[in-house]
T-cell receptor, first 112, second 111 residues
């Protein structure tokens, strides 16, 4: 079955560490997105990519980095520059503007 | 920036009742979408309504869109305990721009 796989489901980060969240899709979708969700809040856009080897900053890109070397993969790195990284991270993709997003099941990141 | 705002923030109803959630937005849109999120899970796309449409149905879901008032509503008829979730509206300001999500309505359906 086609879908989006996010891993790991839970991730713990020590102060000063960089961590990478994985997002893989086998839907053949061009566009992929990373959103952050804080408790009781909506989703805020971190980065997005409309096509391989191209990506744009979203509303809260500071302290994060991404790459899009393959159509299937859009990993998100949370760097030590992100001062408040504890949140639920959601990856999504879509085939084109006339369709909704398909979301992964999320990664919960906690700073310890 | 969050464009959509859902109302109410939380809603509690009995099984079998209808649930209505509203969404207001600020700028012109290409389409508006509704999503459901069960606790601790990813979002699931429910329905998309284009700016030139006024009403759309999908099973027990009915969505309306009033572009003159910049508002939309989601009606879930004959609700079930399994409908308990958070519901988000999301707007697409123009064709290929990323969706902008509201803060959601938490729906509790009591059996």
């Amino acid at each position: 079955d086609g879908g989006i796989t996010q891993s790991p489901k839970y991730l713990f980060r020590k102060e000063g560490q960089n961590v990478t969240l994985s997002c893989e899709q086998n839907l053949n979708h061009d566009a992929m997105y990373w959103y952050r969700q804080d408790p009781g809040q909506g989703l805020r856009l971190i980065y997005y990519s409309q096509i391989v080897n191209d990506f744009q900053k979203g509303d809260i890109a500071e302290g994060y980095s991404v790459s899009r070397e393959k159509k299937e993969s859009f990993p998100l790195t949370v760097t030590s520059a992100q001062k408040n990284p504890t949140a639920f991270y959601l990856c999504a993709s879509r085939v084109d503007k006339n369709y909704g997003y398909t979301f992964g099941s999320g990664t919960r990141l906690t700073v310890v | 920036s969050q464009q959509g705002e859902e109302d109410p923030q939380a809603l509690s109803i009995q099984e079998g009742e209808n649930a209505t959630m509203n969404c207001s937005y600020k700028t012109s849109i290409n389409n508006l979408q509704w999503y459901r999120q069960n606790s601790g899970r990813g979002l699931v796309h429910l329905i998309l309504i284009r700016s030139n449409e006024r009403e759309k149905h999908s099973g027990r879901l009915r969505v309306t869109l009033d572009t003159s008032k910049k508002s939309s509503s989601l009606l879930i008829t004959a609700s079930r305990a399994a409908d308990t979730a958070s519901y988000f509206c999301a707007t697409a300001p123009s064709g290929n721009t990323p969706l902008v999500f509201g803060k959601g309505t938490r729906l509790s359906v009591i059996a």
